[in-house]
């Protein structure tokens, strides 16, 4: 979580805002700052252009104005079977279509995940998010619940997709954007091979 100028007093606003947020128009009327914003930068691009409009309201607030903002990233391991396999589609279009990959008996890859997030300097850490918390918070999400798994059978927030390496990193988003915000997750990307990788910035 970017926090800004720690300490920051306790700011009283007003502030009326129409973010996007899952899709769905969300009002957001702030007659106070709620405690957890005290102080802080408040990033979220889920609220879209309205939520940079936020963003430059409480970037005024003690400790944020001119800090540098910056993009961080961790990696994290893990391995993981699938069959990529749509059953819509007839064996023989599964096979043309995805050839090895629809090995009936699955096969495995060694993914890396590369989770990005944006925001803030804070200026008495130095960190824009303590990046052994952001690694915890991925670990519970997402790599506890897939590393040595099946991606067909096992892993919950795949149940029923197609686990190709690109729908793999949608879902991962659906996981982790709300379990990292109020800190802005940028983009994810994640390695199937040494060659292949995809990149997702939540769009
Ligand atoms: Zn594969």
Redesign the pocket.
């Known amino acids: 979580m970017p926090q800004c100028g720690e300490g920051g007093s306790a700011v009283r606003v007003s502030i009326l805002s129409f973010g996007l947020q899952d899709h769905l128009f969300v009002p957001v009327i702030v007659a106070a700052a709620p405690s957890q914003w005290r102080g802080r930068c408040f990033f979220t691009r889920s609220l879209g252009s309205f939520g940079w409009v936020l963003q430059e309201l409480l970037s005024s607030f003690d400790g944020c104005r001119g800090m540098p903002i910056v993009t961080v990233t961790r990696r994290l391991r893990f391995n993981a079977a699938?069959r990529?396999h749509n059953p819509a589609l007839s064996d023989e279009e599964n096979r043309r279509l995805f050839g090895k990959?629809n090995n009936p008996n699955w096969?495995g890859?060694n993914y890396e995940l590369e989770v990005s997030v944006r925001g803030p300097v804070n200026e008495t850490t130095g960190y824009v998010i303590d990046l052994g918390q952001l690694r915890d918070v991925v670990e519970r999400e997402v790599i506890d619940q897939t590393d040595h798994r099946n991606f067909n059978l096992d892993v919950p927030y795949m149940a029923g997709i197609n686990p190709t390496t690109e729908n793999i990193i949608v879902q991962m988003w659906k996981v982790l954007a709300p379990a990292i915000a109020p800190a802005q997750l940028v983009r994810l990307r994640l390695w199937?091979t040494e060659n292949n990788y995809v990149d997702y910035e939540g769009e």
Do not use: I, K, L, S
């Open positions: 699938h990529v990959c096969h890859h199937e």
